[in-house]
């Protein structure tokens, strides 16, 4: 890594504001803004820096329409709203993913226009931390907010998350390093675990590095929930983890005062999915009878716990949500994207502030091949291929304020420190703008001509 | 638009009429003593008419309901309706969503509701959540009770300096009043502990419950909040908490209630929440009794409290509550999946479904004791309804509650079909207790008071320029006796006939035929912006060290209040 001098050639700094990457949400960031565009960052990690400073790069800049001869075309905003307006009145099962890297403001434009028209609302849970919250649906969720952690925890555990190149800072600003009040020395008063197959960045950094057998998670989270049932391990090796070394793990987090286990897609997506954070969360539990402990996925997105969050108090469930039929379902495995593409259902997909063409399975990207695609984003990306709209956005925490939820669940009002491009839109105002247009295009379907009460609600 | 709704049989206890045949006229959203001839007509010949409810105490936004719907997916399943005309579609029962609480709420005839917890780091959470209900104006109570500050200055009795600490954060999270729950035990649950009475400290801060409370109730008062303290005492659920509660309420009976404007509206120095949780003798769950006599005495003879119950509905629900330490121990005797939330430096909150079964002794016995207290204190003014929703009910539960506090043989027949266990007859008095509510105390425990005690004069009743707040009930008073026909009260209750708010036909036979967005409440107190800054400036270094957000980001901005009411509060002198 070269040397880097310090920029000094700036117009005025723009303080606290919100970096749109990752779960960490750091709130700290100071922009260094010279002629509308920011030149530099302070405080934020090479992910964060990269993503803010470098916002043109690959930026889509005017709408377009994908043409006759299969390529798109520069068009003016209200021919791109037609079109994609269009798109979503005639279809009968269209599905708005995405919204995990835009503003619950925004969101609250999507669930109006998919409410009316019958869509399913889906975020990037069904393809992260969805067997995340199945499990906390199974056994519950043990949770605490980031400062909590600084401020008391003793022993931090990371599983199947790499911080130190996923969440850069999460160590540095939460976790590990920085002197909470309970902990001032920081780095000195805690004890760092990572399990994880992979000697990590994360593990280098660790006091103590549990590297279990590629899905031997379920296995060695059993055997801890065993040991702190006081039973005894018959097997000498559990997971590729000699028993001993498993007895005095548990007898340290047995011990720690406050502990806290961060948990990510190394341990939602190996052989065993929910199971392994049922069984992680069940474990935090009985530590709890020892001590205090909790834990907390590594949500990656800024704002894909905001979209559980927002889903859940606007229609009681978090993902998947079908409005199809007038009234919300909600059944995983049956109402998620991955689900429907590959059986063929939707007829019409509107991407938001995500990349299916680059993250989904092949054969959920082929169907969207098949099918109109529009795509509200502000970067060109592998789903930009696949989309007949595009509809260029700005970028949220830079361009366009808009409220954002941590991965703890602290809300946090992101500022705007820059104009957008002339040409682009807010993401609020172009999903309003496609609600208003398919308003006016059919009428809403799926309305029953009078309030009918559950009756399990009476 | 001007409106006269004709000929109804009023119950407006702010105003001592009890049950007179009148015409309550509005125009423009407030009520006004007379209309012209072009006033729409609205008959309501011989139906109860009475002021919009006012709810004391529920939970309703917040990330404690947001985590509880995102894991209780079989709830939300519960409530689940397709859209109509009017109306979004609903979800949920007892934790339902937001829109679904505004139309459940409106359904009933409520105007207003309190929710009662909102942690500062996350109010922009419950701000957010409040924009969404609709139909129901809201104010917030900041949740104060283990706030870090707080402790710290209750320790050195600086009561001074905390009222411009509450005044402060009332500001930045846009609170109405000041919330206390658990004091000192919440933060205890930090290091997995709780305190156990009132005299107890929190590992690592020097002070005692005791000391937290009374400091904040003196702070209150020097403020002239419009609201009182709002505790939910130490020991909730616990057999034999009976004790702690009257030592609580017993200990703030020498504080002098402010005389400002504001503060002159309410009676009380202190509101109780949930009484039923705190009303238990005996030592474990084996032993365990009511206490509802002893607090019901307590109350009929101190004027300075006030509380509400927290009913039991006899219903599966969803606990939750900022009292942590005691959702871990439901967690220990049923082993139902737990949620903990616990939030830097402030609070924790914990959530646990319920299944409140009138098979089982302990339910029993908790709604029998729910009820012995509304039946036992004296003054409907000085009790309110509540289930706590969600705690110990979801508030759709309400119209049946009040068909039990009206019927007697309701009462005794549950208990003498085996409709409920005899732990009911066996261990509280609730059988030998034959008095019954009229509709005027109805209207007393539902509304009236309700607003008294949280200091609104704009609503709760049917004054001359208060908010056309108004429900009708298809139910002719001077016609039917409710002790007869509990049934017919429940389903009344539940859909009124007209719910009108701010003058706005909202339901109408029971059905949403309008909607509008909610408002939030908050106070703001004007007259010690140079104490605040001093507090400020104070507490900023701790803040910017302890807290994982930044200053700038942790306030509520105005984008988020849902057309806020602001209420302003004169502080004089100093
Ligand atoms: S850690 Fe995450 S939120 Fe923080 S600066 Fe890096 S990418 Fe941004
Ligand atoms: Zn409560």
């Known amino acids: 890594m070269s040397y880097e001098p310090p920029i000094t050639d700036y117009d005025e700094i723009v303080e606290n504001c919100t970096c749109a990457f990752c779960g960490c949400n750091c709130d700290d960031l100071d922009y260094l803004v010279k002629d509308g565009h920011v030149v530099a960052v302070r405080h934020a990690c090479r992910l964060g820096a990269s993503k803010i400073m470098e916002d043109m790069d690959q930026r889509l800049i005017v709408p377009m329409v994908r043409g006759a001869n299969g390529e798109l075309e520069e068009v003016d905003w209200d021919t791109a709203l037609d079109t994609a307006a269009e798109y979503i009145a005639k279809s009968v099962r269209p599905v708005f993913y995405g919204w995990s890297e835009t503003s619950t403001e925004c969101m609250k434009e999507g669930i109006e226009l998919g409410e009316y028209i019958g869509a399913v609302l ?19 969720y043990p949770i605490q907010t980031l400062g909590e952690v600084k401020n008391r925890a003793d022993m931090i555990v990371y599983s199947g998350s790499n911080a130190m190149n996923s969440h850069p800072r999460h160590m540095g600003r939460y976790s590990v390093f920085p002197r909470g009040y309970f ?17 990590s960045d994360t593990a280098k950094m660790s006091d103590k590095w549990i590297g279990f057998e590629q899905n031997g998670d379920y296995g060695f989270y059993n055997a801890i929930r065993a040991v702190l049932k006081g039973k005894k391990l018959t097997q000498n090796v559990v997971s590729g983890i000699p028993a001993e070394d498993i007895y005095e793990l548990v007898e340290e987090m047995k011990n720690a005062e406050f502990g806290v286990l961060f948990f990510g897609l190394g341990l939602t997506h190996t052989l065993s999915k929910q ?10 539990m009985d530590l709890n009878r020892f001590s205090k402990w909790g834990l907390t996925p590594m949500r990656g997105h800024f704002n894909v716990n905001g979209f559980n969050i927002f889903m859940a108090y606007e229609t009681g469930f978090a993902f998947g949500v079908d409005f199809s039929r007038g009234y919300t379902r909600y059944m995983l495995g049956e109402t998620n994207t991955i689900d429907l593409l590959v059986r063929k259902e939707p007829d019409c997909f509107l991407v938001i502030a995500a990349d299916p063409g680059a993250h989904f399975p092949n054969g959920a990207n082929q169907h969207l091949a098949d099918i109109p695609v529009i795509q509200i984003d502000i970067h060109w990306g592998p789903s930009t291929e696949l989309a007949d709209v595009v509809l260029p956005g700005s970028f949220i925490g830079v361009e366009c304020a808009g409220t954002s939820y941590r991965m703890d669940g602290v809300p946090i009002y992101m500022k705007k420190a820059i104009d957008k491009p002339e040409t682009c839109r807010d993401d609020e105002w172009i999903v309003r703008e496609l609600k208003e247009r398919v308003m006016k295009l059919r009428e809403e379907p799926n309305v029953a001509p009078k309030y009918v009460p559950n009756p399990a609600a009476e | 638009m001007e409106y006269i709704l004709k000929n109804g049989i009023v119950y407006d206890p702010a105003n001592e009429i009890k049950g007179e045949k009148k ?21 309501v010949t011989d139906k109860i008419v009475m002021p919009a409810g006012v709810d004391t105490h529920a939970h309703v936004a917040g990330p404690k309901l947001v985590l509880g719907r995102l894991y209780r997916p079989e709830d939300s399943r519960r409530g689940v309706t397709q859209k109509t005309k009017n109306e979004r579609g609903e979800s949920g029962f007892s934790i339902p969503s937001c829109p679904t609480t505004g139309y459940r709420y409106s359904r009933m005839g409520y105007g207003t509701v309190c929710e009662a917890a909102m942690p500062p780091l996350e109010a922009k959470h419950t701000h957010e959540e409040i924009c969404i209900i609709p139909n129901i104006d809201i104010n917030p109570l900041t949740l104060f009770g283990n706030n870090w500050f707080i402790l710290e200055m209750a320790r050195e009795n600086k009561i001074d300096e905390m009222a411009a600490f509450i005044s402060a954060w009332l500001k930045i999270t846009k609170g109405y009043g000041v919330k206390i729950v658990n004091p000192c035990g919440s933060e205890a649950w930090g290091w997995g502990m709780n305190v156990h009475g009132y005299d107890d400290k929190p590992p690592y801060f020097d002070v005692t419950s005791r ?21 939910h005492p130490n020991d909730l659920g616990h057999p034999g908490n009976t004790n702690t509660t009257i030592e609580t ?60 119950i927290g009913q039991v509905t006899l219903d599966e629900t969803t606990t939750m509550t900022a009292d942590a330490p005691m959702e871990y121990d439901l967690y220990q005797l049923s082993g139902l999946k737990w949620v903990n939330a616990d939030i830097e430096c402030e609070t924790a909150a914990g959530i646990i479904p319920c299944i409140y079964s009138p098979k089982t002794p302990v339910s029993t016995l908790q709604w029998a004791i729910g009820l012995e207290l509304f039946l036992l204190t004296k003054d409907p003014w000085q009790i309110n309804l509540t289930t706590d929703h969600p705690n110990a009910g979801p508030f759709t539960r309400y119209p049946r509650i009040i068909s039990w506090l009206m019927s007697a043989p309701k009462r005794i027949s549950m208990i003498e079909n085996g409709e409920v266990h005899n732990w009911a007859e066996k261990r509280t008095s609730l059988a030998t207790l034959d008095r019954e509510y009229d509709f005027y105390d109805i209207a007393t425990i539902t509304r009236a008071s309700n607003a008294r005690v949280h200091g609104f004069t704009d609503r709760g009743n049917l004054s001359v320029g208060s908010n056309a707040d108004i429900a009708v009930y298809d139910l002719e008073p001077n016609n039917f006796d409710p002790s007869k026909d509990p049934e017919a009260v429940e389903k009344a209750f539940s859909r009124a006939k007209y719910t009108i708010k701010d003058g706005q036909i909202m339901v109408q036979d029971g059905e949403i035929v309008s909607t509008k967005p909610s408002q939030v409440l908050w106070t703001n107190v004007k007259g010690i912006e140079d104490q605040e800054k001093a507090v400020l400036d104070q507490v900023m ?11 700038e980001n942790y306030k509520v901005h105005d984008h988020f209040l849902s057309n806020p009411i602001r209420v302003d509060v004169e502080m004089e002198g100093k």
Request: proline share 3%; with cysteine.
């Open chain 2, 249 to 308: 309420l017993d200990s703030l009976k020498d504080i002098v209630k402010s005389n400002s404007k504001a503060a002159s509206v309410r009676d009380q120095i202190v509101h109780c929440t949930h009484m039923q949780f705190h009303s238990y003798t005996g030592t474990n769950w084996r032993d365990a009794g009511s206490g509802a006599e002893e607090v019901a005495k307590f109350l009929n003879h101190n004027k300075h409290v006030t509380g509400d």
């Open chain 1, 275 to 284: 199971r392994n954070i049922d069984i992680a969360i069940k474990m935090v």
């Open chain 1, 183 to 199: 902990r001032q020395r920081g780095r000195f008063d805690r004890t760092v675990v990572t399990m994880d197959p992979k000697f």
């Open chain 2, 211 to 231: 000391e937290v409370v009374r400091a904040l109730a003196k702070a209150n008062e020097k403020l002239g909040l419009p609201h009182s303290i709002h505790i």
């Open chain 2, 541 to 551: 270094p701790f803040f910017t060290q302890y807290y994982s957000v930044k200053w």
């Open chain 2, 23 to 43: 015409d309550v006229c509005f125009k423009d959203g407030k009520i006004v003593e007379d209309v012209s001839a072009a006033a729409k007509e609205i008959d």
């Open chain 1, 122 to 140: 889906d975020n990037q849970a069904t393809i992260c931390h969805g067997p995340s919250l199945q499990a906390v649906q199974n056994a519950g």
